[in-house]
């Protein structure tokens, strides 16, 4: 019989088979005495915890007819996205959905999320998230979006007092995004929050589609091992990568190299004497130059390794020593701005500052400058998010840009 108040095609969080109740494999791979497979972790980042198990539902039904507080709809940045998921919510809240979407809404950036009612839904309201576009050359930039749209939809359910989450897989193959790569930010994200603010919630429902279930039920035992064999386990089959405290993919500010005396840099055990590098056995018709075999420095910006050669070798050397006294440079910049901004008696220590750190600083500058001291060009400077924006402030004769700063501004996004 079904409780009273509840249609017969309503689904509630208590029916649903807990993460717990699935069956533990026993059985796994002994890589203790394999070869040169050293584990990734000696103590498991994600320990056993049963109270963490139960929290975790795993449904591979339609979405729109489970009873809980929120379900959360994986949509496009109009909010009007045809996928069979999306469209069953649509259909079962009926047409008051799309009117105050239209009226209240409008859109949705992508990583962020928006809160609708659910009107004909048996939940109370709906999460509205759009999930990245995934392209190789911007793979940080997608990773981060995908982890603020878990995030987000988790932080705002909380925000809401919202105990029961039906939650699908935000990232979609629509949108290029690998299915297991996208499972393991999702996997730690969730397991980051609950950990956190495991208090605040009752349930969370993993709503799979049955193309999803299989590398769900693989990498679940990673993130909620349910024995202290799965936790052994995922000591060696978790990536050396498993995010922050949130779960976010870590990208180490690059650390600003302070030389005390540069020229010795220049001149000391680390000079590179070219006359002795370049005898007369160099065949130019073997050198990397004559076979195009790429530019150096996009290989360095980009994390690519060099082919094997003398004379590159040398110049990358050369380069690095630059690319030292420039650093020094903008040091000494630094330290007299500070100076400037600086309390009396304050001491500020180069090693404090990162990229990041001195980009701030600069903004701050700026402003200083053109509000107390230059009013009558603050209309003309302006502050982009990347160099990708740069053209929509001036044309492009102005400037070209070469490709690899654009890449290398996309992948690391200093500023």
């Not at 990773?143 to 995030?151: A, E, G, K, M």
């Not at 052994?232 to 990536?239: M, R, V, Y």
């Not at 630094?334 to 500052?353: D, I, N, R, W």
């Not at 492009?396 to 700063?405: K, R, T």
Request: glycine share 6%; net charge negative.
């Amino acid at each position: 019989m079904e409780p009273l108040g509840v249609a017969p095609d309503v689904v509630e969080t208590g029916a649903l088979k807990k993460w717990s109740d699935f069956p533990v494999q026993h059985r796994f791979t002994d890589y203790s005495n394999s070869i040169g497979e050293p584990t990734h972790h000696t103590i498991s980042p994600f320990p056993c915890q049963p109270t963490l198990n139960n929290k975790l539902a795993l449904w591979t039904g339609d979405i729109s007819i489970l009873q809980v507080d929120a379900v959360v709809n994986s949509t496009n940045e109009t909010m009007d996205d045809n996928s069979p998921m999306c469209q069953r919510i649509f259909v079962r809240a009926g047409s008051a959905l799309k009117m105050e979407i239209f009226n209240e809404i409008k859109e949705c950036k992508t990583g962020e999320v928006r809160v609708t009612q659910a009107h004909g839904l048996p939940a109370r309201f709906i999460i509205h998230t759009v999930g990245p576009v995934y392209n190789v050359k911007y793979q940080t930039a997608a990773q981060n979006t995908l982890h603020c749209c878990y995030r987000n939809v988790l932080q705002k359910a909380r925000e809401l007092g919202l105990r029961t989450i039906a939650l699908p897989v935000i990232n979609s193959v629509r949108r290029n995004y690998p299915p297991d790569a996208g499972a393991h930010i999702a996997l730690r994200t969730i397991r980051r929050f609950l950990e956190q603010y495991g208090d605040s919630v009752t349930c969370i429902v993993l709503v799979l589609e049955p193309c999803d279930l299989g590398i769900y039920e693989v990498l679940l035992p990673l993130y909620f091992p349910r024995n202290l064999a799965e936790q052994d386990n995922a000591c060696w089959q978790l990536p050396n990568d498993i995010g922050g405290t949130d779960g976010e993919p870590l990208l180490p500010d690059r650390q600003i190299r302070i030389i005390d005396n540069p020229q010795h840099a220049l001149h000391g055990d680390e000079s590179v004497e070219l006359s002795a590098q370049l005898e007369t056995s160099v065949n130019i018709g073997e050198h990397a130059f004559a076979q195009m075999q790429g530019d150096l420095d996009r290989q360095r910006l980009l994390g690519e390794r060099p082919p094997a050669d003398p004379l590159a070798d040398i110049m990358l050397k050369q380069m690095q020593q630059k690319e030292r006294l420039d650093e020094v440079r903008v040091m000494r910049l630094l330290s007299g701005v500070l100076h400037v901004f600086a309390k009396p008696g304050t001491l500020f220590s180069s090693s404090q500052f990162t990229l990041r750190d001195m980009a701030s600083i600069f903004k701050m500058m700026t402003w200083w400058f053109t509000t107390f001291m230059a009013p009558a060009i603050k209309q003309k400077v302006h502050n982009l998010p990347g160099v990708e924006y740069l053209y929509e402030v001036m044309s492009p004769e102005q400037l070209e840009i070469p490709a690899y700063i654009t890449e290398y501004d996309m992948t690391v996004k200093i500023l």
